[in-house]
């Protein structure tokens, strides 16, 4: 079956948006590197909360894309596929948020001076 993000009813945008969050991205991530517990990854996980990390593994494995034995987390073969863009992704990220932030900060200060 062919799909077509530009069309407003593809379903394959529903699969860019499970991938594409920012929480799924982060869990996937840090599965990438071995299966863990729940509170091992809350704790890998700055930031995110028991709510936001049980509702992103619990949409990931519903996707398929994550399983759960001996009460681990673990990445499923299809969660796999995706550890080569995400990773891609993360490093792209983290090499590049110093010129965003300076980018975003130019364009406020520009706002603020009624220049923009």
């Given at each position: ?36 517990r729940f509170g091992e990854l809350q704790e890998r996980i700055g930031g995110i909360s028991a709510k936001s ?64």
């Open positions: 079956m062919q799909y077509d993000l530009f069309l407003a009813d593809c379903p394959a945008r529903t699969t860019l948006e499970l991938v594409a969050n920012r929480w799924s991205v982060v869990v996937m991530y840090g599965l990438g590197q071995r299966p863990m990390l049980s509702e992103a593994l619990h949409r990931l494995e519903d996707n398929g894309l994550l399983e759960r034995s001996d009460e681990r987390w673990e990445l499923t073969a299809l969660g796999r596929t995706l550890l080569e863009p995400i990773g891609a992704l993360a490093r792209w990220a983290e090499e590049h948020t110093a010129v965003l932030l300076d980018a975003r900060d130019t364009r406020v200060a520009r706002a603020a001076a009624g220049k923009d």
